[in-house]
């Protein structure tokens, strides 16, 4: 994994990164604004937020995985 990679995924991950909706509080897709204030100083933005959305497209996948449907949908 390159570093700006990892940097996006480690934004990703950490608290607060994520927009949620709802009494139930469901995770609805990732805070960019928030997320971006934690690239690293020499990141190019444009290629962190390319690897941002790459990590939101992956955990949102993972988390819809993991979300019981309605009548065993």
């Known amino acids: 994994m390159t570093a700006p990679a990892r940097a996006a ?14 009494l139930a509080g469901a995770i609805v897709g990732l805070d960019y604004p928030a997320a971006m204030t934690l690239a690293p100083h020499a ?3 444009d290629d962190f937020a390319f690897f941002l959305a790459c990590a939101e497209d992956g955990l949102m996948q993972a988390l819809d995985e993991m979300d019981p449907k309605p009548d065993g949908e």
Request: aromatic share 6%; hydrophobic share 45%; no cysteine.
């Open 43 to 45: 990141a190019d933005h």
């Open 9 to 22: 995924l480690d934004a990703a991950m950490r608290p607060g990164a994520w927009k949620r909706a709802g």
